[in-house]
T-cell receptor, first 116, second 115 residues
Framework: GENVEQHPSTLSVQEGDSAVIKCTYSDSASNYFPWYKQELGKRPQLIIDIRSNVGEKKDQRIAVTLNKTAKHFSLHITETQPEDSAVYFCAAYSNAGGTSYGKLTFGQGTILTVHP | GAVVSQHPSRVICKSGTSVKIECRSLDFQATTMFWYRQFPKQSLMLMATSNEGSKATYEQGVEKDKFLINHASLTLSTLTVTSAHPEDSSFYIC???????????FGQGTRLTVV
């Protein structure tokens, strides 16, 4: 099955700096890669996603890059703000072999702290 | 985005009792629903995948007799934790998708405490 590795586990930056979180995946058939932000005790919220036919996607201060050959993808947050502090999860969506559905496999998460 | 509602948000039960958690997609028909378990400061671990009208598919290591999943309709899936024990205390969260390879929408999560 799919295995997703995420680094770093914790990331501390100063307000205004950039933050980068990296993930690798194992299943070359995975074709959809979302990033979620989760605040304590709340549900994960999708912040950006990318499909395997695209190398980069940007939405204001957030961007995601995908390298299919190397099987890794990264989240980039620029001009960080204290409200960006949360846990961020990457995920890879793969079709479960021989079935009609797919499933999301999550990375271990990164605790991002943005200091004012 | 679509809305997924999960209830209850918090539940405390006695050891040995069963607890049912509901996951509803409010404004779309969910072809597939997923159940996750999350321990403090850890990632979301997939427990099982639920398709309407068919048996759930459980991940390796998840006891299907302990975590009963029923997907009665395209908008409702339930997770029942049977004979709960303190080690079952955790944050349980569901998600639903309209189609394959698309955004998963999450419920609010259920904080289960077994005393």
């Amino acid at each position: 099955g799919e295995n997703v590795e995420q680094h770093p586990s914790t990331l501390s930056v100063q307000e205004g700096d950039s933050a980068v979180i990296k993930c690798t995946y194992s299943d070359s058939a995975s074709n959809y890669f979302p990033w979620y932000k989760q605040e304590l005790g709340k549900r994960p919220q999708l912040i950006i996603d990318i499909r395997s036919n695209v190398g980069e996607k940007k939405d204001q201060r957030i961007a995601v890059t995908l390298n299919k050959t190397a099987k890794h993808f990264s989240l980039h947050i620029t001009e960080t703000q204290p409200e960006d502090s949360a846990v961020y999860f990457c995920a890879a969506y793969s079709n479960a072999g021989g079935t009609s559905y797919g499933k999301l496999t999550f990375g271990q998460g990164t605790i991002l702290t943005v200091h004012p | 985005g679509a809305v997924v509602s999960q209830h209850p948000s918090r539940v405390i039960c006695k050891s040995g009792t069963s607890v049912k958690i509901e996951c509803r997609s409010l404004d779309f028909q969910a072809t597939t629903m997923f159940w996750y378990r999350q321990f403090p400061k850890q990632s979301l671990m997939l427990m099982a995948t639920s398709n309407e009208g068919s048996k759930a598919t459980y991940e390796q290591g998840v006891e299907k007799d302990k975590f009963l999943i029923n997907h009665a309709s395209l908008t409702l899936s339930t997770l029942t934790v049977t004979s709960a024990h303190p080690e079952d205390s955790s944050f349980y969260i569901c998600s639903a998708t309209r189609d394959m390879n698309t955004e998963a929408f999450f419920g609010q999560g259920t904080r289960l405490t077994v005393v």
